[in-house]
């Protein structure tokens, strides 16, 4: 019976199937002429409702575009905000700080810096330092005349070397090319200090000068320091030309500096006199 009954229920359907796909492919098979009444029907029928499905799903897109921007906006409001704050707060600290450098300065208002007092003596050249790879002078110059080593011999203007040993009647000047030799030097251009050394007698360098340090051929150098005890001995006044850059190359050896070479700005090859800058006596009150 339930077999019979499956049966029977088959062929309704499978007609059923076989009516739509034979409307379908007679559709699909006559001419246009024959459907466009049809189709021109289910346009009338339906384009009403597909055009306030469409609008309705336009409306829908543009209020989910306009909520977007809107989230958008906030967020972008949000940020500045954020950043307005951070610019606040940084100026209050900036005007902190100001206030603080200011009543530093404050402090200083009362402050003097004196230096001492310089005077020339000239000085003969009376012979050169005969070892090889030394650069040294000796001067008719000692300590009858006020030296007491340490001061600073200029040329035309420029510093030359230092006062290393004294006698009574002479001294040994130690010239900027002396490997001995070594000073503190500032760029006249960058402000930045050095310390320059001698090499070979003819040449002077710059000690760990880095690859990252503005250092240019032709920049000019000068001294930076003032060196000594209370008794004003050994003095270096500051802003007095140095030396000159002549090539600026890199170190194969260590890649992380530079090799600079400097000359001295006073000539050392022919010296007959020289200058020494020794401290005078203190000022009156």
């Known amino acids: 019976m339930c077999g019979a009954r499956k049966k029977s229920d088959f062929f309704p359907v499978l007609a059923h199937f076989l009516w739509c796909a034979g409307v379908a492919a007679i559709f699909f098979l006559l001419p246009a002429r024959f459907t466009a009444p049809a189709r021109t029907v289910f346009i009338r029928s339906a384009g009403p409702v597909l055009e ?8 829908v897109a543009a209020a989910a575009g306009t909520l977007r921007d809107s989230i958008l906006r906030q967020e972008e409001l949000r940020l500045a905000e954020s950043r307005i704050r951070r610019l606040v707060n940084r100026n209050h600290h900036l005007e902190e700080l100001l206030d603080e450098l200011r009543g530093r300065v404050g402090d200083y208002d009362d402050l003097e810096i004196s230096l001492p007092s310089l005077r020339g003596l000239s000085a003969a050249v009376v012979s050169y330092d005969s070892v ?9 110059a000692g300590t009858v005349h006020g ?21 009574r ?9 002396d490997p001995r030799s070594s000073v503190v030097v500032r760029s006249k251009r960058t402000r930045t200090l ?31 320091t003032v060196q000594g005890d209370s008794a004003n001995r050994g003095f270096i006044p500051p802003g007095l030309p140095v030396a000159r850059v002549e090539s600026v190359e ?4 260590n890649p992380l500096f530079r090799r600079i070479k400097v000359v001295p700005l006073a000539g050392l090859d022919r010296l007959e006199h020289v200058i020494v800058l020794i401290p005078g006596p203190e000022k009156p009150e």
């Open 132 to 140: 090889p790879g030394r650069s040294s002078i000796l001067i008719a």
């Open 194 to 224: 050095y310390v320059m050394r001698g090499e070979d007698g003819v040449y002077c360098s710059l000690d760990l000068a880095d690859k990252y340090q503005d250092v240019r051929e032709g920049d000019i150098f000068i001294t930076a």
């Open 250 to 253: 890199k170190n194969r050896s």
């Open 52 to 59: 306030a499905g469409f609008d309705h799903a336009g409306n």
């Open 147 to 167: 030296l007491a080593g340490g001061e600073v011999v200029s040329v035309d203007g420029a510093a030359a070397g230092v006062v290393s040993e004294t006698t």
């Open 169 to 177: 009647l002479y001294s040994r000047v130690t010239l900027l090319t």
